[in-house]
């Protein structure tokens, strides 16, 4: 018999296909569910896994819900801030993400958001909206150079170093702030900083790449955002969470800075405002969002899953 597996978020047609072939799953191709209705259809299949995304909240009452027969959880993100850790760990459910998989697009995103933020992407797209009939002078609607700036990153993770490789190819000079500082091989020659806010005065534009935990929550805030210099560009393709988004709207509103922005607070109801702003360059969490990377994730999620009932250890564990 294959394994029963409920998969509670729609997937990728082609994770979909491994799925039937591999898998006993009423929905091959996953469905949005509701926290109950996956927990129903865990109960009513007796299944040992479960593959799900930020949609499905595994909070320390839903952990509580879990059948015991429930072996494994395997999120298809990198993130993981929607998982209790602890409510997980105490209930002894194994839990995977999917890290490295998604670095490069993730990246190619960021760095897509930090030339529209700084090239007035969105503004020209509603000119071109609006039919362009009238030519515009020398000195009107300039962007930022970037090639030559100095780009700062707070997480320099794999999507972070990706991040700087980019930027490099675009003669920037990279500044970083980490928990830990890298190796030089990993490094490459960006310079360190151990505080965040000694940081930012250096930065011409500023990507963020780290998780959402309880040390960087409202890391960008009215304090922070000031030390940034007029002009700056701001991009975040990391979590909504790590960012005051009432001070980052002052700040666009006065001209303090543009940015370029994947994530927010509330998603998908994202605060309207954004929407507004010329100067912010918005697009809807589409990080890892290509027919690769997407199916590569599907793939971290269903080999950690197969291994994990099996008998062997996850591949990619949230902990040891």
């Known amino acids: 018999m294959k394994p029963r597996l409920i998969v509670s978020r729609q997937m990728p047609s082609s994770v979909g296909d491994r799925i039937r072939q591999e898998f006993d799953c009423p ?16 109960e009513e299949t007796q299944a040992e896994a479960l593959m799900f995304t930020s949609h499905t909240k595994l909070t320390a009452d839903f952990v509580a819900r879990l059948p015991a027969r429930l072996k494994i959880a395997a999120t298809c993100s990198v993130g993981y801030d929607h998982v209790d850790v602890a409510a997980c760990r105490a209930r002894g459910l194994i839990v995977t993400n999917t890290p490295k998989v998604l670095d490069e697009c993730t990246a190619d995103l960021a760095f897509l958001l930090l030339l529209g933020a700084a090239r007035r992407a969105k503004e020209y797209g509603v000119v ?10 020398m000195g009107e609607n300039l962007g930022i150079r970037v090639w030559g700036k100095t780009l700062g990153i707070l997480g320099m993770g794999g ?4 991040m700087a490789a980019r930027a490099r190819g675009f003669g920037m ?9 890298l190796s030089p091989e990993l490094e490459q020659g960006a310079t360190y900083f151990a505080n965040f806010a000694d940081m930012l005065p250096h930065c011409d534009m500023l990507s963020l790449h780290a998780p959402a935990t309880a040390e960087t929550k409202r890391i960008i805030n009215t304090q922070t955002l000031a030390l940034l210099p007029k002009g700056a560009v701001f991009v ?7 960012v005051d988004e ?28 954004f929407r507004d702003l010329p100067n912010a360059f918005v697009t809807p969490h589409m990080g890892s969002a290509t027919h690769e990377t997407r199916k590569a994730m599907g793939d971290c999620c269903l080999d950690n899953i197969q291994a994990v009932l099996a008998g062997h250890a996850p591949l990619t564990p949230l902990w040891s």
């Open 27 to 42: 929905f091959p191709d996953g469905q949005d569910m509701e926290p109950d209705t996956v927990l129903r259809l865990l």
């Open 128 to 137: 071109m909206h609006n039919g362009w009939r009238q030519g515009m002078g």
């Open 159 to 162: 999507i972070g170093r990706a």
């Open 173 to 181: 000079k990279v500044v970083y702030c980490n928990r830990n500082r």
């Open 236 to 242: 975040n393709a990391a979590r909504g969470a790590l």
């Open 246 to 273: 009432d001070a980052l709207i002052a700040a666009l509103s006065s001209g303090h800075l543009a940015a370029g922005l994947d994530v927010f607070d509330n998603e998908p109801a994202y605060d309207l405002r």
